[in-house]
């Protein structure tokens, strides 16, 4: 009987199998039972927040509940392949995450270049689900490290009361790197 996870929001990786798959962090959060893997777009729940770095839309603490209902989804693809990858529509609510530095050894200190476990912790961190997000970091040498550089952002991110705040937090560490113009939904 396959063990059941024993925290919070479900989590999903979509595996594209773009990436060295000795370096691949969703194929090990799957093999730690911290993630289901979806292997076709049509399987990606509906109702689900899925991590989309092109997304016009911004990850706030208020899709807290979108996460309780419908889980996050992160699509695991290659960096270098992430205009071709997102240039389709995927299912679920798209989001993008508020900038924060990668702490994996392949894109260390690059401004939102995470990995899918980073972006998968990340969005539980900042919808106050953190003892789920640290969790998922623990499987990961440079899990605390993650931490470590983005503890302020993160922190504050987290207890942002409105996309204004947000977008005001990021611009406020991270410059106009990754700001948006964006709404949100309705």
């Known amino acids: ?30 093999r730690f039972n911290l ?4 292997r076709s777009i049509r399987m990606i729940p509906r109702r689900a927040i899925l991590l989309n770095p092109s ?8 899709d807290r509940r979108n996460i309780e209902d419908g889980g996050v989804v992160a699509v695991d693809c290659s960096w270098k392949r992430v205009g071709e990858t997102f240039n389709r529509r995927f299912p679920g609510l798209n989001r993008r995450l508020p900038s924060l530095l990668a702490a994996n050894p392949v894109s ?13 912790a990340a969005s539980l961190i900042i919808t106050n689900h953190s003892q789920e997000g640290e ?8 899990g605390q490290t993650f ?17 204004e705040d947000v977008l005001k937090i990021e611009e406020a560490y991270f410059g ?7 709404k949100e939904d309705s």
């Open 1 to 30: 009987m396959e063990a059941e996870r024993s925290f919070g929001p479900k989590l999903y990786v979509y595996l594209m199998g773009q990436d060295d798959p000795s370096k691949c962090t969703s194929a090990k959060l799957v």
């Open 35 to 38: 993630a289901k893997p979806i």
């Open 55 to 62: 997304s016009n839309l911004v990850l706030t603490p208020s």
């Open 108 to 120: 260390y200190a690059k401004i939102g270049i995470l990995s899918s476990a980073e972006a998968l």
């Open 135 to 142: 969790r998922i970091l623990k499987i990961y040498k440079w």
């Open 147 to 163: 931490l470590t550089l983005n503890m302020e952002p993160l922190k504050e991110y987290s207890k942002a009361k409105s996309l």
């Open 176 to 182: 106009s790197t990754n700001i948006l113009k964006v």
